[in-house]
Nanobody, 123 residues
Framework: QVQLVESGGGLVQAGESLRLSCTASGSNININSMGWYRQAPGKQRELIANISSGGSPNYVDSVKGRFTISREDAKNAVYLQMNSLKPEDTAVYSC?????????????????WGPGTQVTVSS
């Protein structure tokens, strides 16, 4: 079982920046990929950025050049630096982790999400 806790959301004006953080905890954690989803009111949840262990980051087109995802494997942490924020970035942002199980074999994958943190960008 993996628990994810996000922090760093808030209310900012258009053009400003925020940095989201997420830390995973649990026993015998082996996390393959971590990423960030967001869900705006009335819209479906979308994956906006993810990064695999030792891999390159991936971004949805709407955030390319503005958002940067990074990982700190020693802390089982993932971060999302969000620059040049726009009102359309307003959403609940949730951390995601895909963990491997069982210990020693690591052949099964399980998905986990954090409770989410609100990001509101005013115009």
């Amino acid at each position: 079982q993996v628990q994810l806790v996000e922090s760093g959301g808030g209310l900012v004006q258009a053009g400003e920046s925020l940095r989201l953080s997420c830390t995973a905890s649990g026993s015998n954690i082996n996390i393959n990929s971590m990423g960030w989803y967001r869900q705006a009111p009335g819209k479906q949840r979308e994956l906006i950025a993810n990064i695999s262990s030792g891999g390159s980051p991936n971004y949805v087109d709407s955030v390319k050049g503005r958002f940067t995802i990074s990982r700190e494997d020693a802390k089982n942490a993932v971060y999302l630096q969000m620059n040049s924020l726009k009102p359309e970035d307003t959403a609940v942002y949730s951390c995601h982790a895909r963990a491997l199980w069982p210990p020693g074999l690591w052949v099964d994958e399980y998905d986990y999400w954090g409770p989410g943190t609100q990001v509101t960008v005013s115009s």
